[in-house]
Structure formats: C-alpha cells, structure tokens
C-alpha cells in the first residue's frame, strides 16, 4: 500500500490530492491560531519549557519503528499523551514542533502533506486521547486506576482514530492507486493493533509521573489534568 520504508502515519508528498492538501493545512492553522488565542496570554517561561522536553521526548520514541507487512512501519505517536498532560492547547503545539521538525529537517512525512500529518497526530490524536482521559477520570474519580485506564484508552483510540482519518485521506485522493475500501481497513486495523501499544506506553509514562510527582505535570496546564490524587 505504501512504499518500502514509509512510516504509515506520515504522509509523504505525492500521496494526497492538492484539494487534500489545501484543506487539511487549511484546518491545521485554523486550530493552530486558535490554540494559540488560548494559551497566548497564560504561558509560562517554565510551560514552554516543559513543551520543549516533552516534544524532545516523543521525537526519541517516534524513532523507534515496528514494522508490518508490506514494507512500512508504525510508531509510538505520543499525541494523547501530550493532550493529557498538557489539554488539547498546548498539546497540539507539542506534536506539531515534532511533526514539522521530522518533516522539514528529516524529511520523515512530506512538506505538502505536513497540514494532514500535523492534523492527524496533533489535532486528533490530541485531542481524542485528552477527552477519552477526561471521561474516564470524571466517571471513576482522579484515582491512580481511572488515570491507568483513561491514559490507556486515550492512547489506543486516539491513534486508531488518526490512522483512521489518515487512511481517508490516502483512499480518497484518487491520484493513490487504492481506494478508501483497502486504505481505510488497512489502516484502521493496523493501528488499532498496535495501539494497544500506544496506550500502554502512554498508562505507564503517566502513571510513573504522577508516582514520581514529576515537576512536568505540575507545570502544565491546571485544567488539563487535576493535580491531586
């Protein structure tokens, strides 16, 4: 389906439509002046620094490749992570300094492409992973269990469901040679395997920081995730 080497979650150029394209940039900077409009006015010297080690983070983990089938290859995402830590806001910003940095200077997912990657990895991974937390947490109280399952849960769907998206977005552009029936199952299944994966690494960086009482959770954003047990 995609080229020997290729990661399956960043998009390289050629792959997507210039309608695509336009559209899925056009969306990723809506919500990126959006986000910013949030977080403009309460940033802080130590949050910034905070985005930076966490975004440093992820990068490290996403270098790290499982291989399946058919020459490609899947990662750790990390994007309901940094929605978990950091809320939706700041969490974008996270995974949009990684996304752009592998595009640009590794040229790891394409330059025309990098409004969908961005979109996929950083606005609904972020964002499905920081609600699928919020819920669980909200239902069955700030417990070390409820963060366990909600980190979990917010790690393995927020992933399936940017694979998902990822695979419309391949299978709808009619200059890919596969159509939306083989991309989107291919996609989809793959990274609801393996984001059993996602969501465990992403319980456990959770968990192990709160046990640690890690300055990196006390310095994000209040609203993103309580701060008591």
């Not at 990126?32 to 080690?53: M, N």
């Amino acid at each position: 389906m995609v080229h020997r080497g290729a990661c399956a979650m960043h998009i390289p150029d050629g792959y997507l439509d210039p309608y695509w394209c336009i559209a899925t940039y056009a969306v990723t900077i809506g919500f990126a002046i959006l986000a910013f409009k949030k977080v403009s006015k309460k940033l802080t010297p130590e949050q910034i620094t905070a985005i930076t080690v966490l975004a440093a983070a992820i990068f490290v983990a996403q270098m790290l490749n499982w291989p399946i089938p058919g020459g490609t290859s899947l990662h750790f995402v990390g994007g309901a992570l940094a929605g978990i830590l950091f809320g939706p806001w700041l969490g974008f910003f996270v995974l949009a300094l990684v996304v752009s940095t592998q595009a640009i200077v590794f040229h790891d997912g394409g330059i025309t492409t990098l409004g969908a990657n961005i979109l996929n990895m950083g606005i609904i991974d972020v964002l499905v992973g920081y609600g699928v937390y919020k819920l669980v947490t909200r239902i069955m109280g700030n417990t070390r269990r409820a963060r366990l399952i909600g980190a979990f849960l917010g790690g393995w769907l927020g992933i399936t469901l940017a694979g998902t998206m990822a695979g419309i977005e391949i299978g709808l552009s009619p200059s890919f040679p596969y159509g939306i029936k083989i991309t989107v199952p291919v996609m989809a299944g793959w990274h609801a395997l393996l984001g059993i994966i996602e969501g465990i690494i992403t319980a456990l960086v959770v968990d192990q920081l709160y046990q640690r009482r890690s300055s990196l959770v006390y310095v994000a954003q209040k609203q993103a995730i309580p701060t008591h047990a």
